[in-house]
């Protein structure tokens, strides 16, 4: 057994109460061995986490990791203007590669701002993977279905993608990588293709990922057509199962809220991309209190910018009270839970919490910073005011992925250029 200490920390409890606790790792086995006092000598290596904060890695429950390379393409438009004039013509000249880069430079930021899982839905899932497994966080992959621009051979075609890669890759990277079906969403997924693949993929044991209510537009022609809600639709579809996860829950009416609440389906809360395409505000606090499984989510970067998780919990808490009309609304230890354990149990992956045998995902943060001092409250401090940039060191499965900012898995000023370089010319090509 190799073991890994951190030492000298305050460490953030799955009760959302902060103690003063060395962190004992078993490496080989990717476990949290122990918490307590002085651990350092029964270590084989030591990691300093002294004036520091010990929190669960963050778990991002909804992201397009390699649309990085779209980071700043398109902005000032709302979701469907943004989609259909700017980001499916570009993604439309996407090569494997690029999608391998655009993903090397999504998980660089994610490990530099201590996110250690994430949910992710896109194309040529394996450069994904591939990239998951070298940078050395854990993931929940899917590839996206979009039927509504294709013919039926495509369509099946793209259908058939989800699951086949699904199949090949849940488990890989040592268990760090597990899947989903990935239809895009109740809108650009047609129902014939819900009829025959949702019921494929439960054949599978496969969860079932979309974004669901994000904008009025969405839900306007569900309810037009069919007489019901999107989410009743999902659930006569048989897509509204307690693995399930869908991303934004915008424009979810109290049936809704219900309807999540009694299946146990997760919602990924994204505010920030919610508030840049001006999509509305989630009733969080409503979901919240129906006991919905609510996590958190950045989106793709193009429409965010970031892919920060700290980011996100400022912004969820921040329009959570301006929704609810209440400042007590979504508070701190809330958004706290959202970033950790909330998304691990919406996207049903083993991590956000720090406790004996929990996975050994964290991230260690600095707290000798002025934006941070006094410290009276640090779960106040993560949700309000600290920043990837306070992020020292990131673990996940018990390996180190960053050291003192130092990430160790991917060489950041080689990704960094062969990031700027594939964007530059994917650019190119789309305005060709
Ligand atoms: C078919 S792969 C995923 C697909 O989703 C697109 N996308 C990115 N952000 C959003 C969003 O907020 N709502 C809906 N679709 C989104 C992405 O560009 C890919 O085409
Ligand atoms: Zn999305």
Redesign the pocket.
Known sequence: MTTLAITGGQVLLPDMTVTRADVLIDQERGEILELGDDLAADADETLDASDSLVTPGFVNGHC?VS?TLLRGYADDKP?DAW?QED??PA?GELTPDDIRIGAELGLLEMIKSGTTAFAD???ELPEIADAVERAGLRARLGH?V?TVVKDDEGAREDAQTSLDVAAEYDGAADGRISTAFMP??LTTVGEEYLDEFVPKAREAGLPIHY?AN?TADEVTPIVDERGVRPLAYAAEKGMLEPQDFVAHGVHVDESEIGLLAEAGTGVIHCPA?NMK?ASGMAPVQRMLEEGVSVGLGT??AA?NNDLSMLDEARDAAMIGKLAAEDASAVPAEAVVEMMTQGSADAIDIDAGRLEDGAPADLAVLDLEKPHLTPAHDLVSHLAYAAAAADVRHTICDGQVLMRDREVLTLEESAVRERASEAAASLVARAEE
Request: charged share 15%; glycine share 10%.
């Open positions: 397009h649309m979701l989609l980001i499916w993604e839905m896109y194309f996206g979009v895009h969403s974004h994000e991309s395409l989106d793709g429409s």
